[in-house]
């Protein structure tokens, strides 16, 4: 199972995909792959989802929105919530990257790394037909994201998933 390290280099945090592999002397890592330059961001604007939306009803919010705007609509608050300052740093959901200066770059964010990387898995999920292991999953894919989905929200979204299967 594949999980995400930082490593300080010179004095800068880079963050990596990594997997153990055992070897007869013991657990190895191997990197999987590069994420980019790591960036610690502190909380600056606590603002519930609700409230960021200028919306208070959820339940009319989520049944009138796609899958991917509410994505959207989640990292786009966690992002105005840490004071990603976009005049720094290139966010661009349609693309599913975040850079500066043309490099990949993590924010690290409510434990979770919010990355190119993270932000495709959520914004490309697909159901697997086990609803338990397809909601572990897709709750992992937001917590990964560094993104605190409130539970009302997660529950129409994961419903809205289910929803356009049938």
């Known amino acids: 199972m594949a999980f995400f390290r930082i490593k300080k280099i010179k004095g800068k945090e880079y963050a990596y995909v990594v997997e153990n592999e055992w070897k007869r002397k013991g657990s190895r890592q191997k990197v999987k792959g590069y994420l980019g330059r790591a960036y610690r961001l502190d909380l600056k ?3 519930d989802f609700l409230e960021f939306l200028k919306t ?3 339940q009319n919010y ?6 991917n705007k509410i994505i959207s ?3 786009e608050w966690e992002l105005y919530r840490f004071g990603a300052d976009k005049n720094i740093f290139s966010i661009n959901l ?3 990257k975040i850079q500066k200066s043309n490099k990949d ?8 790394f919010m990355c190119s990387f993270t932000l495709k898995n959520l914004l490309e999920f697909g159901i697997e037909n086990d ?3 397809d909601g572990y999953r897709f709750a992992r894919a937001f917590v990964e994201a ?4 409130p539970q009302e929200i997660f529950i129409g979204l994961f419903g809205k998933l289910y929803k356009n299967v049938e």
């Open 73 to 75: 609509d989640l990292i």
């Open 105 to 112: 770059v993590v924010f690290l964010i409510n434990d979770g």
């Open 56 to 58: 208070e009803n959820f």
């Open 45 to 47: 604007n606590n603002v």
């Open 94 to 96: 349609n693309n599913k």
């Open 146 to 149: 560094g993104i605190k989905v």
């Open 131 to 133: 609803e338990q292991a």
């Open 62 to 67: 989520v049944e009138s929105s796609e899958k």
